[in-house]
């Protein structure tokens, strides 16, 4: 039945292209904003740090959900931010407490994941000089 109201039917290669959407909002975001690019290449010490200190699974679980949270949170800010250009350009109050509100969200979990790191590799590094 394809009725107006009915749900389409599961495809897996739909899903897959779907995809495709997804991809180019990240590589959108790091063309577009230095933040996230400097965020990734934070991230890519940490992973190289990880490795090279062998850290515990448990420590990568933290590692992977504080650094998705902190990139996600700068897409979400990104979107905000081109949402709230695209409605209006002109000065407006409203508009820039939205902004800060989104950029102020990205901070808190780029504060959040600083200190997860600190906890994890600060006592790492001391150990190398025991």
């Not at 990734?40 to 679980?61: A, N, R, Y």
């Not at 808190?108 to 994941?113: P, T």
Request: a neutral charge; glycine letters at 6%; proline letters at 1%.
């Amino acid at each position: 039945m394809n009725d107006a109201g009915s749900e389409k039917r599961f495809s897996l290669g739909a899903r897959l292209r779907s995809f495709r959407f997804a991809f180019y909002g990240l590589l959108s975001l790091l063309k577009e904003e230095q933040n996230a690019v400097i965020q990734s290449i934070i991230l890519i010490i940490v992973i190289i740090s990880g490795v090279l200190l062998d850290i515990s699974k448990t420590d990568w679980i933290a590692i992977i959900i504080v650094s998705a949270s902190v990139l996600a949170f700068e897409c979400f800010n990104t979107a905000i931010e081109n949402l709230c250009d695209f409605v209006t350009t002109e000065k407006n109050d409203k508009i820039r407490k939205i902004k800060d509100l989104a950029a102020a969200a990205v901070l808190i979990s780029a504060i959040g994941s600083a200190f997860v790191g600190l906890i994890i590799f600060i006592p790492e590094i001391l150990g190398l000089f025991r």
